[in-house]
């Protein structure tokens, strides 16, 4: 403490410090210190809390099929969620620089940081809903699907029995004979509703072409009837958009093309030849609906996209307000320099920021090991055992049904341990602020 | 911070990105650096505006929903009703509105959140004067104590409060929900407060002495003004972290008149059935910190960057 602030400071009677400070020390002290202290001594004691098991809480922590799934999903929340946060933080705090509503698009990032994890959750649990038609991120993946892939071209097309094209497992069909370059291949389907096909063009045969494996993918039902098996009769459409796959015997794909609007398509002959022809089963699966968010896989990886949702804002506020002490020379200089934007940033901009960018990801750190609203609510009861994080395991196990206090203390010692780090960094920076 | 020419500097119109050619004198950017710059700038414009969409989108589903009727929610997306204004409706409010369940949950939100951000200010501000300003054995330890608290995680006390308050037949009740966080905004409430009386100039506490003014007095009347801007930085934050809050609410309040956090996480449970109820309800449990947010964006951000430590 400098000398110069003692003077200052006046010491005062004792009753009037005891007036101005015991109320607050008295509720930090009961509700906090005595807690840590308690916690520690319960963490020793079994569920009951009536005897003593030295660290078989711990053991068990590390050891139970539950908890290290927590332990893990914890794992993977603090190395990624606070590195993409910041990230993101980062990039958008240097964009914002070089435009003039930066002001509307930071208070619209940094919404959400004003609202709770409860009203979150709920605003992801219908983003996230599995039916495209209602789940914004499954709607989203849909269209931008169907777009390149152009979905599945057609799911009811199948060929009659015995006309050379067999079923496989996964749903494609192989075509019997071997692909010969210079004779066209007729692969007839059957099965599509006429009014699916009613857009098609005409089917046409294919050339023979020396150089290319070639052949026409057609609906074999001629409109009014009529018409002859497995032959091209005037009138029947083409079946355009499907993939047709050139097959090594080994299983391995050695060319593929897709039909034309006249269902015609063509391999190149040094590929091509000699393999087998088959229509990939991409284009007879199912539409094309979207991933189960909330499934067990992906679970975890979309709450912790809906935390980045909430806390991208805080770290953008604050590396803003740290890119705006950078001293501008120093950027015009690297400028004058020759030195183009992504230099000056990765050279410059990001070293010169390092000790902010530290401070976020710590804090990010330390918040995201306290998450548990997210997760309680986003995850559905099927899945949110793989969802589970140490937060929600301490209130699961001690106030949600688990009745092990037990446990319970000693999840809470293991955040309170992970906490330290912070904490002496805080006191350290204390202390340098003193010094100054 | 140093120097004002920093707080200047982001105002100052952005120079080109970079030169190709750069002879002395005042610098002319060629044709093909600012045609480059412009199209830079547009891909930033388009980046940031698609980002921003992104980031409402999921909010205005939300309130999307919250005006649908049921069976339109359960028929299609949200989306459909931009084009369709004949679905909007307002009955999801008023049905929720008229509903006692949610409106008592709504007092209590609110007989826990306003007693608690009194509390801290109270509590926190009176502590932070005596580590500013008075002189007593033990000071720097204590404000050390009291900085290592900032970052305890809640979670670390809530079995051994459970049990205190049980024993004080305060558990599950809003008194129970008022100390637990009054207790746990204390160490930043104190922090905050603490480093912002510190700059008050001594001159005028001591001249406020000479002229006689007791402890009280200096605290009413000098510090507490002077005082304003942090406390009302700190009483928005402690308001927003209060009334967000659903962990603690979830376990220390009564469950028969719960807060709307805890009321709306209980209607959870058959997502796919009520989101009439839950749109609407959490929009409504939105607006009260949305209005702060906007009303007071200066005193948040200082708020969140002061509590970066916690």
Redesign the interface.
Known sequence: ?ASAK?V?????R?W??A???L???L??G???????G??IQ?SLFDASGSSFVGLENFQDLFTNEATRKALSNTLIWIVVAPAVATGLGLI?AV?????RWAT??K?????????????A???????YEQDP????AN?ALVTVHDTFSGGAAWPDARPRPDTGLTAQEDGAYLVDATARAGEPVLLPLVGVKPADASGEAEAAPAAADPGAVTGTVWLDFAPGGGGTQDVIDPGEKALSGLKVEAVREDGSVAASATTGDDGTFSLPAEDADGTQLRLAAGNFTAAYNGVEWLGPTLVTPAIIASYV?MWAG?AM??IA?GL??V??ETL?AA??D????WQVFRRITVPLLAPLLA??LV?LM?NV??V??LV??IA??SSQADANVL?LE??RS??GGGAN?GL??A???L??VL?VP??IM??R??RQEKKR | ?SAST??A??S?P??P????D?PAGP?KPSLASRIGAIA??GA??V??TV??VL?????A??LA?SFRDPRD???????EALTDPGQWTGANYSALLSNDAFTSSLWTTIAITVPSTVLVIV??A??A???A????PGR?W???????????????????????FNTLGIFETTVGVV??H???G??FA?FLLRNFFAEIP?EL??AA?LDGAG??RL?TRVVLPLGGPAIAALGIFQF?WV?????VA??FADSSSPPM?VA??QE??Q?GSN?EV??PG??L??LI??G???AF?RQ??TG??AG??K
């Open positions: 403490m003692a200052a400071v006046i010491r005062a004792p009037a410090v007036c101005f400070l109320p607050a020390l509720l930090l009961a509700l906090i210190v005595y807690p840590i308690y916690t319960r958008f964009l914002t620089e070089r435009i509307a698009f208070l619209v990032v940094f919404m959400p940081m004003a609202i709770s994890m409860l009203a959750g709920i605003i992801f649990r219908l983003v038609d209602r789940g914004l709607a949702w805080f506020v604050l307000a705006a002490a001293p501008r015009e400028r004058v020759g030195a183009n934007e401070v976020v804090t330390i090991l306290k548990f609203d309680y609510v559905p009861s937060a301490l209130y001690s106030f206090q319970g203390s999840i809470a010692v955040l309170l906490c912070m904490m805080n006191v920076r204390l | 911070m920093e707080a500097a982001p100052a952005n120079p990105p970079h030169r190709t750069a610098p830079g700038g930033v414009r980046v940031l980002l921003a980031w409402l989108l999921p909010t589903g939300l929903s929610i359960a028929s299609s997306g949200w989306w509590l926190g009176l502590a004067y005596a580590f300003w008075l002189d007593f720097d204590l404000f050390v104590l009291v900085v290592a608290l900032l970052v305890v995680p809640v979670q670390v006390a809530l079995i051994p409060v459970a049990r205190l100390i637990f009054s207790a746990f204390l160490p104190i001594r506490l001591e002495r402890e009280l605290f927003m009334w967000n809050d659903m962990l979830l376990i956090t709306l996480q959870m449970r997502f989101i839950l749109a959490a929009f449990s939105m910190p949305l702060i947010f906007f964006q948040f951000v969140v960057m970066s430590v």
